[in-house]
């Protein structure tokens, strides 16, 4: 029997990088299997040019027997292999219904089709209502969406690219719990993920890709955690260093009872967010995206303001209705969620987006832009952070995510701050700039500063964080301290379920 | 074999500068092409229209002349379009600005004062401004699209103008024709030579070049519209106030254009008529896109743009064409350009016909 | 009654060329690109048809010749801004600019004489109704084509698939691509209509509305086009109701001259622009309003990756 998927030494270059290079795998049908990887490995590469979104620059793509020519999404749905991307292909501005007739190859019938999906989504566990607008949709709600628009087409092959980053442990069960129905039903799946614990809990087989090169295959059930680790990252396995805190006595953050209208009808509403961080530690804010982070980043940034003026205070002083800018001269820095095009210039030059900020610091003089001293200031900061870059002349958008990403970090930690907001601090980043990344986090808030870092990676939330809080529909639990915390009641206030009571006390006490 | 765009890893800083030169080739290819298809020889067309006009010291200081505002406004423009704020209506700003200077220099109670010319100036440069401000308050607090409603000012002041010269500001003794009498001596630039045209008012033109140079080059200001203009959510991240970005950047086209709406009235026309302009608010936004946006690139651009203006009233005069032949080459030379400006962030490269790989696979 | 008839019928007629080339340019943003050249493809719209005209060629012909100009002139936005990727602002300007170059030149040897304008159609029966028949019925065809095409834009947009792919596509080229819609093919094709309609409205101008030649005899109706897509949030409904608004404002305008009111017939010929600002103005200040329907990927350039 044919394989219903093969790939024959696949390679795909693009300016500056190689993202594979001579990947071959077969998948049979049937067959759960997982495609393994760090931030940067190039498994999304792949799984687009295994979709047709991309051309491979050379190799060969099989399916059941047959070389696939003049490859693109139309024909792998026309073969019956369907995708769930990542960041979700639907449209918010259209209704369930809508978005899936976009890929359906049916009549334009949507009562009928509305049915349809009503009908399967039932069926694999997953109701949804066909009729709401996507915006309206928590992302949980659009994973579902994504999945089902897939399954309407029979597929003979599903692709699915780190589907559980975006759900509460609860719904990743209950997800698996489907995977494993329509493999019974001798769908194959392409697993995408960077996740030992979740391939090694659901996958048959697993590829795994170091540098767009397979280092290797592995029934993952069979193999140790460790062993297939060391396939993904080579020998070297970073080790984080997390001494104790010793919080100061004042906060540095305050915010009380902040809440807050969202400024579309995209946005979720802030109701009565109260927390504090001291210097010294970090506090971690976890939760499912679209909760609400996104406003309270803003707010607490002051790209967004507030009236009430002292709903936050920095160091003491009433800061909601400040301006970023007079923000940061209160000891404020940040790390924003987006690189390019928010936390730095994407057409602007380094030694440029290090004025962005660090214009008090020497680099601005007389309302004159002081070159020699930016450039300087610059090239302190590729040197210190090991910010791969051609020089302080090279623009932002020519670097690597990682790169910019330790760039736009030390640029913030070179303003000495008091206050670090960091939001998703290693999204994209490869393994090794990951832990070089968090490890300078941990060492800012030890020597004092206090940090507030928000990230959809509980595992990082975990490594490094000392107190965590949970945002869900515009919600801030109160603090759990991380080491008498576990991700199941993590997971349970993501999802907006309250604890029971005594436990919640016990949590506000330990402070 | 096929070929492929590709992204470059970094703006090609060659293509920078080759791409004004290729589009103007490309245009003069065109036109020549133009010129045949109407059935002139289009080299020696080619050579009226850009070669003739400078051939006299006459021509040179037309040149100039018409270079001036030209490259003035589009200093001013640059501004605003460095930070994303598009005012196209510096031909309403710059009419705006004669009508001041010129009210200022016919109405003045004395008319021989030394104070005239300056107290002109700051009236062209005020009401340029004022008109300018109508827009930036419209965007900065209501949000309104600044592109539309500079535009409709344009038209306003146009009629604005034509109401004047036809009611209360007519010349009474000028034979019942639309216009204004004439400014007098001491309202009017002194030429540099009795028989050119060519004034002192270019100067006004260099201390702006100049002046833009500082502003985007060096200072902290310029910096903080260039980033509202390539990033706004980097600009807010950053604390820059973009409402801030939208007065400055609409301010300073509507001075700059009230300028030499001021320069042409007390220079070359000396009177106010229905028709002011040949049309230097709009060219000037081509100029600052020719000249990149920067100080210097714009001078190159005001020179070029003056040049077809020469041209086309040169040809109109020496063989009959249409005058606008000059709109129909800027367009194509801001066409070309445009064009020009994506082989400095993309290239092509040839790859390898995807047939060529299967007959490798199957010789294997 | 014989006033109110003129002022209504004015009104209708004078909104009909806004009508083409709002509608047009709707079509256009919705797909995610702004052209801001409707000046200069309604000018070489009209210069076209009128051209024709003169030429001899019957009416018919020559309003396909002011439409084909029109979305020629979008073609070579099309190439800038979607193959290009240039500046979208830049380009539509440069189209402006140059489409009332082309059209002058053009339009040098037309003379001052006025042609025979597109005829009134009296629809039978219909048209014979007191008050009804000469209010609705007795238009030239144009007229009832623009109502035409409000239709069928509305049903296109919001009844089709192909609408639903390219209002989405308006909203995120990204995904529209990835989930495999030809994003460029598609944004030609809405641009090329959006030409199409804009020569129409200028050869609605030039052969129907005021049959003689006057260079830039737009005279900034093709801005005001641009400014009543704003108005109208995206919605074909509202592009209707605005553009008999600001016909109504013309015709208030013609009238008022003719009443002698005691104005600068300056102050009436600005009254359209004033109009617009005003009317952007209001709908402006609402951005929870604007962004219902605005596609949100407007006038960013987009080029599909790999």
Redesign the interface.
């Given at each position: 029997m044919h394989p219903r998927l093969e790939l024959r030494n696949i390679s795909k270059r693009y300016p500056g990088v190689v993202a594979n290079d001579d990947v071959s795998l077969s998948i049979q049908p049937g067959e759960i299997h997982a495609v393994l990887g760090e931030n940067g490995a190039g498994k999304s590469t792949l799984m687009?040019i295994i979709y047709?979104?991309?051309?491979a620059d050379s190799g060969e793509i099989y399916c059941d027997g047959n070389l696939i020519t003049a490859h693109?999404?139309?024909m792998s749905?026309a073969l019956g292999i369907e995708m769930v991307?990542q960041h979700f292909?639907?449209?918010?501005?259209?209704s369930v219904v809508?978005n899936i007739?976009?890929?359906a190859s049916s009549a334009?019938d949507l009562p009928s089709l509305a049915e349809k999906i009503r009908e399967l989504s039932l069926r694999y566990g997953m109701p949804i209502d066909p009729h709401r607008q996507v915006h309206d949709l928590s992302v949980g709600e659009r994973q579902r969406v994504e999945i089902v628009r897939c399954l309407l087409q029979a597929p003979k092959l599903l692709i699915l690219d780190e589907p559980t980053s975006v759900l509460t442990p609860q719904a990743v069960v209950k997800l698996f719990d489907t995977l494993r129905q329509l493999a019974a039903e001798g769908c194959s799946i392409v697993y995408i993920s960077h996740k030992l614990d979740e391939v090694q809990e659901l996958c048959d087989t697993a590829t795994v890709l170091r540098n767009g090169k397979v280092t290797g295959t592995a029934r993952p059930k069979e193999t140790t955690s460790l062993e297939l680790a060391r396939m993904m990252v080579g020998s070297k396995l970073p080790e984080m260093h997390v001494s104790p805190a010793t919080p100061s006595e004042k906060p540095v953050l305050e915010v009380k009872n902040l809440s807050a209208k969202a400024r579309?009808?995209f946005g979720v509403d802030l109701k009565d967010v109260s927390f504090d961080v001291r210097g010294g530690e970090i506090v971690g804010l976890a939760g499912v995206s679209g909760n609400g982070q996104a406003e309270l980043v803003a707010l607490l940034s002051g790209e967004r303001r507030h009236t009430q003026d002292d709903a936050i205070k920095i160091g003491g002083t009433p800061a909601a209705g400040l301006r970023p800018d007079e923000r940061r001269k209160l000891g404020l820095a940040f790390v924003p969620e987006e690189r390019l095009g928010r936390g730095a210039v994407p057409s602007h030059t380094l030694w440029e987006n290090a004025v962005l900020t660090a214009h008090r610091f020497g680099t601005v003089s007389k309302g004159l832009v002081d070159r020699r001293k930016a450039s300087a200031f610059a090239a302190g900061i590729i040197d210190r952070f090991k910010v791969k870059a051609n020089g302080t002349g090279a623009t932002a958008q020519s670097l690597s995510g990682g790169n910019l990403q330790k760039f736009i970090v030390g640029r913030e930690i070179a303003l000495a701050p008091k206050l670090l907001l960091v939001s998703q601090p290693t999204w994209g980043v490869d393994v090794g700039a990951s832990a070089f990344i968090r490890q300078t986090i941990v060492d800012l808030s030890r020597a004092g500063t206090a940090v507030f870092v928000v990230s959809e990676e509980l595992d990082e939330l975990f490594e490094i964080c000392d107190r965590l809080l949970v945002i869900c529909k515009g919600r801030v639990s109160p603090p759990l301290v991380r080491t008498s915390t576990d991700r199941e009641e993590i997971g349970l206030l993501m999802t907006g379920r309250t604890m029971n009571k005594d436990r919640s006390g016990d949590v506000a006490l330990q402070d | 074999m096929r070929f492929r765009i590709e992204q470059r890893p970094e703006p090609s800083a060659a293509m920078r500068i080759a791409a004004p030169v290729l589009a103007s080739l490309l245009t003069l290819i065109v036109g020549s092409l133009f010129f045949a298809s109407l059935g002139h020889e289009p080299l020696p067309t080619l050579y009226a229209f850009f070669v003739e006009p400078l051939s006299s010291m006459n021509g040179l200081s037309e040149w100039l002349l018409k270079a001036s505002p030209l490259i003035l406004i589009a200093c001013g423009l640059a501004v605003g379009f460095r930070a994303n704020v598009?005012n196209?209506g510096a031909e309403g700003q710059f009419t705006m600005g004669a009508i001041a200077a010129s009210g200022v220099g016919l109405f003045w109670p004395n008319p021989d004062s030394a104070l005239v010319l300056p107290l002109m100036f700051l009236a062209g440069m005020a009401a340029g401004m004022a008109w300018a401000a109508i827009p930036a308050f419209?965007r900065a607090r209501?949000?309104?699209?600044e592109?539309?409603?500079t535009?409709?000012?344009t038209?306003?002041a146009t009629?604005?103008l034509?109401?004047l010269v036809?009611?209360p500001w007519r010349d009474p003794a000028g034979f019942n024709y639309p216009q204004t009498a004439l400014l007098p001596t001491a309202a009017m630039f002194e030429s540099f030579d009795p028989a050119y045209r060519l004034n002192p008012s270019i100067f006004i033109t260099i201390v702006a070049v100049l002046l833009m140079w500082l502003f985007a080059d060096r200072s902290f200001l310029g910096y903080k519209m260039s980033v509202s203009g390539a990033a706004p959510l980097a600009a807010r991240y950053a604390g820059f106030r973009e409402s801030a970005a939208v007065w400055i950047g609409l301010l300073a086209g509507g001075a700059a254009a009230g300028i030499a709406g001021m320069a042409e009235a007390a220079g070359p026309l000396g009177q106010l008529s229905p028709q002011i302009s040949p049309g230097y608010g709009?060219a000037a936004?081509?100029v600052a896109?020719i000249g990149r946006l920067n100080a210097f690139g714009i001078v190159l651009g005001g020179l070029l743009m003056s040049l077809l203006f020469l041209g086309g009233e040169g040809v109109q005069m020496t063989l009959a064409l249409?005058s606008?032949?000059?709109?129909?080459?800027?367009?194509?030379l801001?066409?070309f350009l445009?064009?020009a400006?994506?082989f400095i962030?993309?290239r092509i490269r040839p790859v390898r016909p995807a047939s060529d790989t299967h007959a490798l696979e199957t010789a294997r | 009654m014989e006033l109110f008839i003129a002022i209504f019928t004015g009104t209708i007629i004078a909104a009909t060329p806004l009508i083409f080339a709002a509608l047009g340019e709707l079509v256009v943003e919705k797909s995610g690109v702004l052209n801001?050249g409707i000046e200069?493809m309604m000018l070489m719209g009209a210069a076209l048809a009128f051209w024709a005209v003169t030429a001899g060629y019957s009416m018919p012909v020559a309003i396909i010749a002011g439409a084909l100009a029109g979305a020629a002139a979008s073609l070579?936005f099309g190439?800038?801004a979607l193959t290009?990727?240039?500046?979208q602002?830049?380009?539509g300007?440069?189209?402006a600019?140059?489409?009332?170059?082309?059209s002058?030149?053009l339009?040098?040897g037309f003379g001052s004489a006025p042609i025979e304008a597109l005829h009134r159609v009296d629809i039978p029966v219909l048209s014979d109704l007191p008050l009804i028949g000469p209010l609705l019925f007795r238009f030239d065809p144009l007229v009832y084509l623009a109502l035409l095409m409000f239709v069928a834009i509305s049903w296109f947009l919001y009844r089709?698939?192909a609408g639903?792919?390219l209002?989405?596509i308006g909203?995120?080229p990204q995904?529209s691509?990835?989930?495999?819609?030809p994003v460029i093919r598609i944004r030609y094709m809405a641009v090329l209509f959006g030409g199409l309609m804009a020569g129409l409205a200028g050869a609605y101008l030039s052969v129907a509305y005021t049959p003689l030649w006057v260079e830039n005899m737009t005279?900034?109706n093709g801005?005001i086009a641009?400014?009543l897509v704003?108005f109208a949030t995206w919605r074909p409904l509202r592009v209707l109701l605005g553009a008999w608004l600001f016909g109504g404002m013309t015709i208030l305008q013609l009238q008022g001259q003719a009443l002698g009111l005691q104005v600068?017939s300056?102050?009436l010929?600005?009254l359209p622009?004033?109009a617009?600002?005003v009317v952007?103005?209001l709908i402006?200040?609402n951005?929870?309003v604007?962004?219902?329907h605005f596609p949100?990927s407007l006038a960013k350039p987009f080029r599909p990756?790999?």
């Open positions: 687009k047709g979104a991309a051309q693109n999404p139309a749905r991307y292909a639907l449209f918010e501005s259209v809508e007739a976009l890929s334009f579309d009808h | 598009w196209i419209l209501m949000n309104t699209n592109i539309l409603v535009l409709m000012m038209y306003i009629l604005f034509s109401y036809h009611g709009f936004i081509i896109f249409p606008a032949l000059t709109r129909i080459f800027q367009g194509i801001l066409f445009l064009a400006d994506f962030f993309y | 801001l200069g070579l190439v800038l290009f990727l240039t500046n602002y830049a380009a300007l440069a189209l600019i140059f489409g009332s170059g082309v002058a030149f339009g040098r089709t698939k639903l792919i209002r989405t909203e995120s995904t691509h990835a989930i495999g819609y005279a900034g801005w641009l400014a704003v600068p300056e102050l010929s600005a622009y004033l617009t600002i952007l103005v402006s200040r951005r929870q604007l962004a219902l949100a990756a790999g």
